[in-house]
């Protein structure tokens, strides 16, 4: 009976981690409504896991699309400088208080939908933000992390409020923003 019971439990545990992990990101500015992802915790642990620990703090909460370039991307993420309720002119430029991440290149591509983690020069310096693809982007296979791909709600990716050209993306004004970012299974 006890063998039973454990085996039981044991299946249930490998049931529960085959599980699917995402995220749902609630969008207010010039997009409105419901972004759905889902993570990739074979091609990426470690970079999953620090996204949903992050989602899960409720750290996204309140933060700004600081970065989107027409035809590209849009980057959010930065728990530290990115929140709406601060001064967003150093958005971008932070991470969050856990560390950063070693990369985990894979052979995904960068197709439209994709999420990958953004970073600085040093490929193992990912840590809080992360851009979601508008269109392909080959040229960044296997140079920057892939965490996850867009299921549902690419219409309100699209409708994020883009960034300036002269700018390097950068919104101007008042950024569209992540108001409740939940991790679900």
């Known amino acids: 009976m006890l063998r039973k019971l454990l085996a039981g439990v044991a299946l249930s545990l490998v049931a529960s981690a085959a599980g699917a992990v995402g995220l749902q990101i609630d969008v207010a500015g010039e997009a409105n409504g419901t972004i759905t992802i889902e993570l990739l915790p074979d091609v990426a642990p470690k970079h999953v896991a620090?996204?949903?620990?992050?989602?899960?703090?409720?750290k996204y909460d309140g933060v700004v699309f600081h970065r989107v370039i027409d035809g590209f991307m849009a980057q959010t993420g930065d728990v530290q400088y990115g929140r709406l309720d601060g001064d967003i002119r150093r958005a971008g430029t932070g991470g969050s208080?856990?560390?950063n991440i070693p990369a985990e290149f894979s052979d995904?591509?960068?197709e439209r939908g994709v999420v990958g983690m953004a970073?600085?020069?040093d490929p193992n310096s990912a840590n809080s933000q992360f851009f979601i693809m508008f269109a392909p982007g080959d040229f960044l296979n296997g140079q920057y992390t892939v965490v996850g791909r867009v299921t549902e709600?690419?219409?309100v990716v699209d409708a994020i409020k883009k960034g300036s050209q002269a700018s390097n993306g950068s919104v101007d004004g008042t950024p569209d923003v992540m108001t409740s970012v939940r991790v679900t299974e």
Request: hydrophobic residues 50%; charged residues 20%; without cysteine.
């Open 50 to 58: 620090q996204i949903t620990a992050l989602a899960a703090e409720g």
């Open 119 to 121: 970073r600085a020069q």
């Open 97 to 99: 208080d856990l560390p």
């Open 108 to 110: 995904v591509p960068f």
């Open 153 to 155: 709600g690419m219409d």
